[in-house]
């Protein structure tokens, strides 16, 4: 199929109705609102449901219901849209079900703003909702990636009964690239087995996430683990550049990541040996190519567009072995490369230090910037 | 006494679609009744193999245990849009919530309204007992004037917490409710009046005419501090003037329904 200049959110949507998408439900916040615009009109158009909801609090449950069923159902937001959804996301973990969310991230804490940002990642990677649980998270960089990755995340949240979540942020979501569309798919016919649907004579299926029973409870947590492990060890996704003659590497996700790109080619271009890790999977999170890089590599610069949230899963890695320092722009402030080329210089010029926080040294460096 | 020679006839037993697990709920309790006529309707309609239930957070969280269909089981609240998401995705299906006052009208108000208001095709069977049964008999939107509960040990007072809520007048007003009615399950009288409104909201679904819900008085013994036969009373003498009984809305399309 031929590319087509498209606007992320809305070839996101596409994406997942050419995955087959069966049913949608979302409420609107920028910067998300395209992708339920493009499905308010395609999905009735193809005789599926298409539901904007009371709330986020609302979409997510009626996900939660549908997905029940087995269908291939998702929902999307931003930030604080997501925030709400976090009691269902749970549950939804808790019943062990397949089910896809977009999440748009913009600056925060709070109703913040509507630029691109990265202050979701604790959030989506490390909990958000109560309890025991993990989500897979897909962070892609690009419009192209965004498509991809829709499939897939539909591919994986059925496969492991996962929660998948695409983690976007407002550049990706509101940004026009060329992308190539995947061809539609037929919807799926297979019922999974654990899906209601009526018993029709036949056994009663419930599907819960109560458990009054603590030892009965923690056996399906431990199963969510072992879960868990198996996505750790089959479906980390990352891409790299430069790496195999670097002696600093430069870790971003999403958006960051690409930036970093750029000024990891114009460090490159000066002949300074750099090179980048962007993570795809940030959860779960490459520990092995970076534990691979942390015996090879003279230091790392994470970069974030936070306050440094991946960096705390760079250093759980590295710990201590290697120098790490941290760049990040938060609140919706997106880094330009000259700022992280910068960084890259005073990585390679400067004094290397294992000791102290990055993120107390990065904040004395942002003072003198942003003050 | 005279013995006979007639023969027996069964004039009771338990309908299939209710499984045999033992009651969990109180002595006096009305929840039991409200399943059993969500039960025997469901037979009389032929669809027990053709419905999922939804089951909320409250005394009946484990409703799914008795009924003997598919069940899912709702977040706090939340019910009437998962339930939203099973029709969607399922509309030959038979979809129901069962819901308590506090899930229902307090938590869950914007769930239940936006159903509502949507027309979603799903029955809402919803139990008012005046407080939160589950964690022990807390006020509930639906707590009467005056009424003592663990949250108003001095009785309600209007001024601090607010008047009950009145679900079925509320959700009447709205366009897409079709067919919203209040019965009591006090009475045999009112248990089988209960049970033609539970039917007729199952036929408003089956037939697409719009969303159906049927607000139900019930006991609460325990946390009323009342004997089974005193709930039966209290439900008549004060919950009946605050929650009058009667159809709130009954569609055109459902006026015409032969039930
Ligand atoms: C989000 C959330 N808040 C609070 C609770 C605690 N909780 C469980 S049941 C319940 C009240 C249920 O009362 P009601 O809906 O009236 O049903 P009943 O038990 O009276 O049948 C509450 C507050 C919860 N489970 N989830
Ligand atoms: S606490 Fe009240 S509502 Fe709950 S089972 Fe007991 S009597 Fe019924």
Redesign the pocket.
């Known amino acids: 199929m031929a590319k087509e200049l498209i606007k992320g959110n809305t070839a996101v949507a596409e994406a997942a109705l050419r995955a087959g998408l069966e049913a949608y439900f979302g409420y609107p916040i920028t910067p998300q609102t395209e992708l339920l615009e493009h499905l308010s009109a395609r999905m009735p158009e193809l005789g599926r449901p298409f539901v904007q909801a009371e709330s986020e609090l609302g979409a997510i449950n009626m996900v939660y219901g549908a997905a029940c069923t087995g269908k291939r159902v998702m929902t999307s937001s931003s930030s604080p849209g997501v925030s709400l959804m976090m009691?269902g996301l749970s549950y939804i973990a808790g019943t062990e079900i397949p089910a896809v969310l977009v999440d748009v991230v913009r600056g925060g804490p709070g109703l913040g703003n509507i630029a691109p940002a990265q202050g979701d990642y604790n959030q989506i990677v490390h909990g958000g909702g109560h309890g025991d649980y993990h989500m897979i998270v897909l962070a892609p960089a690009s419009v192209q990636e965004a498509v991809d990755m829709t499939g897939l995340a539909f591919d994986l949240a059925e496969k492991y009964r996962y929660i998948v979540t695409i983690l976007l942020d407002g550049s990706i979501g509101q940004m026009m690239e060329p992308a190539e569309l995947p061809p539609m798919q037929p919807l799926k016919t297979d019922v999974p087995d654990w899906a209601v649907r009526g018993t029709n004579g036949g056994e009663k299926r419930v599907l819960t996430s109560i458990n009054l029973d603590p030892p009965a409870q923690e056996v399906m947590n431990l199963r969510l683990m072992k879960r868990w492990q198996e996505i750790e060890q089959n479906e980390v996704r990352y891409k790299e550049y430069f790496l195999d003659d670097a002696e600093y590497v430069v870790v971003g996700f999403g958006t960051a990541g690409r930036i970093a790109l750029s000024a990891v080619r114009a460090a490159r271009e000066k002949g300074i040996k750099v090179g980048l890790l962007r993570p795809i999977t940030v959860a779960p999170f490459p520990k092995d190519i970076l534990e691979e890089l942390t015996g090879k590599v003279k230091a790392f610069l994470v970069v974030e567009m936070n306050s440094g949230m991946m960096l705390e899963d760079v250093r759980l890695v590295v710990r201590g072995r290697k120098p790490v320092e941290f760049f990040g722009r938060m609140g919706g402030v997106v880094p330009f490369p000259d700022e992280i080329l910068t960084e890259i210089n005073q990585l390679v010029e400067g004094l290397l230090t294992t000791e102290g926080h990055p993120r107390d040294r990065w904040l004395a460096r942002l003072e003198k910037t942003i003050g | 006494m005279v013995l006979t020679d007639t023969p027996a006839k069964l004039v009771y037993e338990r309908p299939e679609a209710l499984g045999t697990t033992v009651t969990h709920y109180c002595p006096g309790c009305t929840?039991g009744v409200a399943h059993r006529l969500v039960a025997e309707v469901l037979e009389e309609m032929s669809e027990v193999g053709n419905t999922i239930g939804v089951a909320?957070?409250?005394?009946?969280?484990f409703a799914y245990n008795y009924f003997d269909f598919d069940f899912v089981e709702a977040?706090?609240?939340r019910a009437p849009a998962m339930a939203t998401g099973i029709k969607r995705v399922l509309p030959d299906k038979t979809v129901f919530t069962y819901?308590?006052?506090?899930?229902?009208a307090?938590?869950g108000m914007g769930e239940i309204v936006g159903a509502a208001s949507r027309g979603e095709l799903i029955t809402v069977v919803f139990?008012n007992?005046a407080?939160?049964?589950?964690?022990g008999g807390?006020m509930?939107p639906?707590t009467l004037p005056g009424q003592k509960t663990t949250s108003s040990p001095t009785g309600r007072d209007v001024k601090r917490q607010g008047y009950p809520i009145q679900t079925a007048e509320l959700l009447s007003t709205l366009e897409g409710s079709a067919y919203i009615v209040r019965r009591s399950l006090h009475n045999s009288r009112e248990i089988r009046r209960a049970k033609k409104a539970i039917r007729t909201a199952f036929e408003v679904q089956k037939k697409g005419l719009g969303f159906a819900l049927v607000e139900l008085l019930?006991t609460?013994p325990t946390n009323w501090h009342l004997t089974p036969v005193e709930a039966r009373d209290w439900i008549e003498e004060r919950m009946m003037p605050v929650f009058p009984l009667g159809d709130y809305k009954i569609s055109s399309a459902v006026a015409d329904l032969k039930v």
């Open positions: 009691e | 929840h909320s957070v409250g005394c009946s969280v977040a706090h609240g819901q308590g006052d506090g899930d229902l307090s938590i139990i007992n407080n939160y049964g589950m964690t807390q509930a639906t019930s609460c």
